[in-house]
């Protein structure tokens, strides 16, 4: 059993605003489509008093910056240590540059109120997880389809292209449910659910110049809407990315409209409900959170001159491929890599051929009862995440598995609902890509971090797994 308390706050943005996500964008947004929020959740263990804090943010990444401010704001409200305070970002493209003036500061304000409302809110809840496949909403981008009829970027179909729905794969959602005590006639009072899916919030494109965001706002706003409408006095709903760098809607969706994002919100927000309605209750009723300290080498930079020439070289094929009407596909990808050497070469001039600082990175276990989540500060790849769900699960400590026994797998879930990847939290590192990936992929090019980066933090993973403890004393970390 925990004490959890929930909310919800504006993040009040100064317009006009730089926006991130997209390097084709360069115009402000004056205007914003929909809020954004910053989200908080507050779980503490009736049993051993272990205590966590977790903060989503409507933003495409939470920086170390970021990271230490919103920290520093929550546990001044709610008397935690900043080191309880997990803060991740949902990914969305329509949100704010965090180098905008007043962009960190409004998060992080929104941040504290919604923790003063969420310690207003605590109260006794049983905690519930159930997992299952979304289909139609996740694609790998590494993996483009190339048969007739899929949806280019304008979201008119491409003859030459592929059928609908192929390309597709079916994630996996995850949901955790705390349900309170007290019921009204059988309908719990307070009802918070985190669904966690890897898929990137991009069905908006960088033509849109509104605030948004994307698809995982419908997702939350749907999923309160409904849980209230069953009488639910306070529903509270909190989206978390995954391991999403190569997953994306762009083969799932329609259009770049905000009426996609709505369908597609709504998709993952019935199947959450649907999970949730289904979900198993875990055993076990401890919080403990452990870190793992990181140095992560950089990649090795080219030349500048060598950068020039394969950036001028990724241009003209780009260009090249337009002239000869080359299918849409294939001019996306080398627009992207064309791209990708733009930043290569940004990196190799303020380099100023000086060796790359290694980058400090913290993993954070957080168990609630028997869920596990691990918080890594980036984007990983799905395989990577994968590799390190496996590690995780193979790393709990016998004290995990021995906690109150649960129930089996509820009908509805796949039974992979107890140990989640969030990604995109607690600082930013960029792209992890394993050493497989294509050397002149997007998301490889991209990649600040040496190819051993990701062995590193699945290592690292399983060693963090493997501690022990009882509560959240966040004394413990080793530091790699």
């Not at 609908?164 to 006639?185: H, K, Q």
Request: glycine share 8%; net charge negative.
């Amino acid at each position: 059993m925990f004490t959890v308390g929930a909310a919800s706050s504006r993040i009040h943005l100064r317009f006009p605003v730089r926006l991130a996500g997209y390097q084709a964008r360069t115009e402000p947004s004056i205007a914003e489509h929909d809020s954004l929020y910053a989200r908080v959740l507050l779980v503490e263990s009736v049993r051993d008093g272990g205590r966590a804090a977790m903060v989503a943010l409507d933003l495409l990444c939470a920086d170390a910056v970021l990271t230490a401010v919103v920290r520093e704001r929550v546990a001044q409200v709610a008397s935690y240590d900043p080191d309880q305070v997990m803060v991740c970002a949902t990914h969305t493209h329509g949100g704010p540059d965090l180098d905008a003036p007043g962009v960190r500061e409004a998060a992080a304000e929104a941040a504290a109120r919604a923790c003063e409302e969420a310690l207003s809110t605590r109260t006794r809840c049983a905690l519930r997880v159930g997992a299952g496949t979304v289909q139609a909403v996740a694609s790998r981008r590494s993996e483009p389809p190339r048969a007739p009829g899929v949806l280019g970027l304008s979201g008119r179909s491409d003859p030459e292209q592929q059928a609908p729905g192929v390309g597709l794969i079916d994630g996996t959602l995850r949901v955790a449910v705390f349900t309170s005590e007290d019921c009204d006639e059988g309908i719990p009072e307070s009802v918070a659910i985190i669904a966690n899916l890897p898929c990137h919030p991009t069905v908006l494109g960088p033509d849109n110049l509104m605030v948004s965001r994307d698809w995982p706002g419908v997702t939350v706003d749907v999923c309160e809407d409904e849980l209230r409408k069953a009488g639910v006095r306070r529903a509270v709903a909190m989206f978390v990315n995954g391991a999403a760098a190569d997953i994306s809607t762009r083969y799932a969706r329609r259009a770049q409209t905000f009426d996609e994002c709505v369908r597609i919100g709504k998709i993952v927000a019935h199947r959450a409900l649907e999970l949730a309605e289904a979900a198993r209750e875990l055993g076990g009723g401890g919080v403990c959170l452990r870190r793992e300290r990181l140095c992560l080498p950089r990649r090795r930079l080219p030349l500048e001159e060598e950068a020039l020439e394969v950036r001028a070289r990724a241009e003209r094929a780009a260009e090249e491929l337009r002239a000869q009407g080359a299918g849409w596909l294939d001019i996306k990808e080398a627009v992207d890599r064309a791209a990708a050497w733009r930043v290569v070469l940004g990196r190799v001039r303020r380099a100023g051929g000086a060796t790359p600082e290694p980058v400090e990175a913290e993993l954070a276990l957080l168990r609630v009862g028997q869920l596990e989540m691990l918080f890594v500060p980036g984007e990983l790849y799905y395989d990577v995440g994968e590799e390190i769900r496996k590690a995780l699960d193979r790393g709990g400590t016998a004290e995990t598995h021995a906690e109150a026994p649960s129930e089996g797998p509820a009908e509805g879930s796949s039974g992979d609902d107890r140990v989640w990847i969030v990604g995109y939290a607690n600082g930013h590192v960029g792209y992890i890509a394993p050493p497989t990936a294509a050397a002149d992929s997007y998301e490889q090019l991209m990649c600040e971090l040496a190819p051993c980066a990701a062995e590193m933090i699945i290592a690292a993973a399983a060693q963090v797994s493997s501690k022990g403890c009882a509560s959240t004393d966040v004394g413990q970390e080793v530091s790699r």
